[in-house]
């Protein structure tokens, strides 16, 4: 089993939809959390952190279930330029010198 | 200073040849990493450094990968006698301590190895 696993989609959904992707981890000592977000053929880049109260940045909110061990992001009002994949990160600790990312859930959002 | 720099972009070499890729962090970053990603992967952990010394290295990394950083500024990572199972992208990334705000990302430098 992997350490961190995402539903790979792809994920297809009309602009204006609310899509939401989770993502679980085994470890349940982790203790920090992020969203990155990868377009095709380019770098991660950072989306937001995974606060343990859950955090919101404009039509992204990403919330963190411990006892469950997952994270999620919910994305409103999807718009054309949200499609990319989407990578879960998790490190053990908070100041970790390794992170493991999840292999992407692919969103796609057409007009 | 505006990002992570990495170089060369691409790179195409065949099999059995050394090559060599470096990566210039955010100048203010004192932990650096380096991530290997193929087609429909997440990155995967390879080594980091913090400043000069490196912390930790993947089982990932055989012996015919190296790995330094010093004076604690760019870093270079070399594979040696290199194979087709080595064809990725290769990511450095930099952070502030221990990354509690992310890590930032070099655009990568691709290998196809033939």
């Known amino acids: 089993r992997k350490e961190v696993e995402q539903d790979p989609g792809p994920f297809n959904v009309p602009e204006g939809a609310t899509v939401a992707f989770n993502c679980t981890y085994s470890?349940?000592?982790?203790?920090?959390f992020f969203w990155y977000r990868q377009d095709c053929r380019k770098e991660p880049k950072l989306l937001m952190s995974?606060?343990?109260s859950g955090n919101e940045d404009g039509r992204f909110t990403a919330q963190l279930n411990r006892a469950s061990q997952y994270i999620s992001l919910l994305i409103r009002d999807s718009k054309l330029s949200d499609s990319a994949t989407y990578l879960c990160?998790?490190?053990?600790?908070?100041?970790?010198?390794?992170?493991?990312f999840g292999d992407g859930t692919t969103l796609t959002v057409k007009p | 200073d505006t990002g992570v720099s990495q170089d060369p972009r691409h790179k195409i070499t065949k099999r059995g040849q050394n090559v060599t890729f470096r990566c210039d962090p955010i100048?203010?970053?004192?932990?650096l990493y380096w991530y290997r990603q193929t087609l429909g992967q997440g990155p995967e952990f390879l080594t980091y450094?913090?400043?000069?010394?490196?912390?930790?290295k993947s089982r990932l990394l055989s012996d015919r990968f190296s790995a330094e950083r010093p004076k604690g500024s760019f870093s270079t990572l070399e594979i040696q006698r290199t194979e087709q199972g080595d064809s990725a992208m290769y990511l450095c990334?930099?952070?502030?301590?221990?990354?509690?705000?992310?890590?930032?990302f070099g655009s990568g430098t691709r290998l196809t190895v033939v």
């Open positions: 990334a930099s952070s502030l301590d221990g990354g509690g705000y992310g890590y930032t």
């Open positions: 470890n349940s000592a982790s203790q920090s």
């Open positions: 995974v606060y343990s």
């Open positions: 990160v998790v490190n053990k600790r908070t100041n970790a010198g390794k992170s493991t």
């Open positions: 100048s203010e970053h004192n932990r």
């Open positions: 450094f913090q400043n000069e010394a490196q912390l930790e």
